[in-house]
């Protein structure tokens, strides 16, 4: 591979190759990304979509590992005996209610196409390069890809990447950090109508904390945010409430605007249960995510992959721009990474509705998750030519 800029970094025999393989195993990459769309499994309880991704890894001669690093529906399929070390990244977990809705059905087959793109290269005697294609759940919620930090995956790691579909392309897309509150009010039940002066209302307390977080946020930073829904606001109208529960997601662009968040956010609360005579109980789920600091040469090295298969890059609109977070931001804290937003030309449908699900089991959503499968396995193969051009740097950007 030469390594001037542009498209030249992938020579045309290359890019045939890597494009012959992928589109060689397309009838059975779109029947995964169909079949995980089709039967959507929530965080941590995704049996069917990882064992579909490893058994049809397996099948074309990786060894992989079920179970991985004791995560029940985790799986490393590994090739490859030398060289640099590339993790590509398959979530398949979706949303309550919405399902497959933000196109994890995608990132699952994309990723399995690209080790499928470069395990003949790595076998007949091609670049050294050893390839790990990791199958990562609970990204949603939980975040899989932390405990997967915590139990070694990413050791020995020169380079993780993944693609994600969205309206729009974003091959350097930030990510915000985030963290998931459950937060519980108790009070004292009564007869709502005869005794209610006897009760302690656990729906006021949630229903205030609800409302003080709601005018907090004209004081937010940039891109602090907090949503928040009642899971659970008492059972019967004639009883005072003695239990309320809401869940709340607080994001910001850095761990300390987050941790400023979480301060002002947890007064708000606890001066609501003070203000109505309630206690509260604040829990944290799961684990927090870290911002997307993406590497920048493995960026220009995935937009380079994608011009050089003749992709055309679809930006977000002035005024626009991607969003959320994800747990592949801690494992851009530990390895250098890129996690590119890809489009699925699905606007105005948007990440985590109905419609863009639909879009990612689409014509072109199918086009995409092939797409990017080419582009993973050649900014892969970018990573072997050169280690040297892609070790762990930190640029950070501004105000992150």
Not at 174 to 191: C, D, N, Q, T
Request: some cysteine; hydrophobic content about 40%.
């Amino acid at each position: 591979m030469r390594q001037d800029a542009g498209v030249d970094r992938y020579p045309a025999d290359l890019v045939s190759s890597v494009s012959r393989a992928v589109d060689g195993h397309a009838e059975r990459l779109v029947a995964l990304s169909h079949a995980i769309s089709a039967d959507p499994e929530l965080a941590y309880e995704e049996h069917r979509a990882a064992a579909r991704c490893a058994d049809l890894l397996e099948e074309h001669g990786f060894e992989v590992e079920r179970g991985a690093y004791d995560l029940p529906t985790a799986f490393a399929a590994r090739a490859g005996t030398s060289g640099p070390h590339v993790v590509i990244c398959a979530e398949y977990d979706a949303l309550p209610g919405v399902g497959h809705a933000c196109g994890h059905n995608v990132i699952a087959a994309s990723a399995v196409g690209a080790g499928l793109a470069v395990l003949p290269l790595l076998s007949s005697g091609g670049p050294a390069l050893r390839v790990t294609v990791l199958g990562t759940p609970a990204e949603e919620m939980g975040g899989g890809k932390v405990d997967l930090i915590q139990a070694g995956a990413f050791e020995d790691v020169d380079a993780a990447m993944m693609v994600h579909p969205a309206p729009y392309d974003d091959y350097d897309s930030p990510g915000l950090a985030i963290e998931e509150w459950r937060v519980v009010y108790k009070g004292r039940a009564s007869h709502a109508s005869s005794n209610p002066e006897l009760g302690l209302n656990a729906l006021d307390g949630v229903v205030q904390g609800y409302t003080a977080l709601a005018m907090l946020r004209q004081h937010f930073r940039p891109l602090q945010q907090v949503h928040g829904v009642i899971l659970d606001g008492g059972e019967a109208a004639n009883v005072v409430p003695e239990r309320t529960e809401a869940s709340y997601f607080l994001r910001a662009a850095s761990m300390d605007d987050l941790d400023d968040l979480r301060r002002r956010s947890r007064a708000c609360l606890e001066g609501s249960a003070l203000a109505t005579g309630t206690t509260v109980e604040i829990r944290t789920e799961g684990h927090a995510f870290e911002p997307v600091e993406a590497h920048p040469g493995l960026v220009d090295a995935f937009r380079e992959a994608c011009e050089a298969i003749g992709r055309d890059y679809r930006p977000y609109p002035e005024g626009e721009e991607s969003g959320g977070s994800t747990d592949f931001g801690n494992v851009t804290q530990v390895v250098p990474g890129v996690h590119a937003c890809l489009a699925v030309d699905s606007w105005p449908a948007v990440n985590h509705q109905h419609r863009f699900a639909a879009a990612c089991v689409s014509e072109q959503g199918d086009r995409t998750m092939l797409e990017g499968a080419k582009g993973l396995a050649l900014t892969a193969l970018a990573v072997a030519a050169d280690p040297a051009r892609f070790a762990a740097v930190r640029e950070p950007r501004p105000g992150r």
